[in-house]
């Protein structure tokens, strides 16, 4: 996923397709540093998710998964919940540094970094019941068409496609969210540094993950809920 992001900063227009965001479903009071999103994804072969991305000031969740759901700050720190277990790991910079991993933060918390619109080409602003979008297309070699919501700087839609690989992303609903709320999902979580995972191989839940491979000290500490690795540079969306 990281490396066709990646490509979206050269990527020209496609057809988006999915659920948007409806007039009767406009939220109230929403801040873009403190909501709820929840994106219909869709991809070339048919398969959809959703997608529900959780703010609150300098810290955001992506959650595709019952099971899983993962944790950005703005300092670059990176977490994995585990639900059933309610367990977590955390990364700090610098084990994600050893680990080569190096995220792009702003598009961690935008689904699209800002900066990268301005190497698309502007189109058109449009009026919506909620907000006002404004349209982005590539003109080169991949495909890629975004409409933004400016005042949350999040993508209303947005559609990308290299070769065969094509995902489409929408809005389905947003809302906001409190500080109790999003604090009380993770409060009963025990968490662990991933320094220590090898000196925890006793405890049995870190055996269990390290077993079912989605932990393993000393690699590149990143797996899809498959358990298959995803490399030192892959990401499970979240995105």
Same mark, same amino acid.
């Given at each position: +996923?990281?490396?066709?992001? +990646?490509?979206?900063?050269?990527?020209?227009?496609?057809?988006?397709?999915? $659920?948007?965001?409806?007039? @009767?479903?406009? $939220?109230?009071?929403?801040?873009?540093?403190?909501?709820?999103?929840?994106?219909?994804? !869709?991809?070339?072969?048919?398969?959809?998710?959703?997608?529900?991305? =959780?703010?609150?000031?300098?810290?955001?969740?992506?959650?595709?998964? @019952?099971?899983? %759901?993962?944790?950005? =700050?703005?300092?670059?720190? %990176?977490?994995?919940?585990?639900?059933?277990?309610?367990?977590?790991?955390?990364?700090?910079?610098?084990?994600?540094?050893?680990?080569?991993?190096?995220?792009?933060?702003?598009?961690?918390?935008?689904?699209?970094?800002?900066?990268?619109?301005?190497?698309?080409? &502007? &189109?058109?602003?449009?009026?919506?019941?909620? %907000?006002?979008?404004?349209?982005?297309?590539?003109? &080169?070699?991949?495909?890629?068409?975004?409409?933004?919501?400016?005042?949350?700087?999040? $993508?209303? =839609?947005?559609?990308?496609? *290299?070769?065969?690989?094509?995902?489409?992303?929408?809005?389905?609903?947003?809302?906001?969210? *409190?500080?109790?709320? %999003?604090?009380? !999902?993770?409060?009963?979580?025990? #968490?662990? #540094?991933?320094? #220590?995972?090898? @000196?925890?191989?006793? #405890? $049995?839940?870190?055996?269990? +993950?390290?077993?079912?491979?989605?932990?393993?000290?000393?690699?590149?500490?990143?797996?899809?809920? @498959?358990?298959?690795?995803?490399?030192?540079?892959?990401?499970?969306?979240?995105?």
């Amino acid at each position: +996923m990281r490396n066709v992001l +990646m490509a979206t900063m050269l990527l020209s227009p496609v057809t988006l397709a999915g $659920p948007v965001l409806a007039a @009767d479903t406009c $939220p109230k009071n929403l801040k873009p540093t403190a909501y709820q999103a929840t994106y219909h994804v !869709k991809r070339a072969n048919g398969e959809t998710h959703q997608l529900v991305l =959780t703010r609150l000031g300098n810290t955001i969740r992506y959650q595709n998964s @019952d099971n899983i %759901f993962e944790q950005w =700050t703005q300092q670059g720190e %990176f977490s994995r919940f585990f639900v059933k277990e309610q367990r977590s790991v955390t990364y700090t910079v610098g084990d994600l540094r050893s680990l080569h991993r190096v995220p792009n933060i702003e598009q961690k918390f935008h689904l699209i970094a800002p900066a990268s619109l301005e190497q698309l080409q &502007q &189109q058109s602003a449009s009026a919506h019941p909620c %907000f006002e979008l404004t349209q982005y297309n590539s003109t &080169q070699t991949h495909q890629l068409a975004v409409t933004w919501m400016e005042a949350l700087q999040l $993508p209303h =839609t947005f559609s990308y496609q *290299s070769g065969q690989q094509q995902v489409q992303f929408s809005l389905q609903q947003i809302s906001s969210i *409190s500080a109790e709320a %999003f604090n009380a !999902k993770v409060s009963k979580f025990s #968490d662990i #540094d991933f320094a #220590d995972i090898g @000196d925890s191989e006793s #405890d $049995p839940f870190i055996a269990k +993950m390290i077993n079912q491979g989605f932990i393993e000290h000393g690699s590149s500490g990143f797996y899809h809920s @498959d358990g298959h690795s995803m490399g030192g540079s892959g990401h499970s969306h979240s995105h």
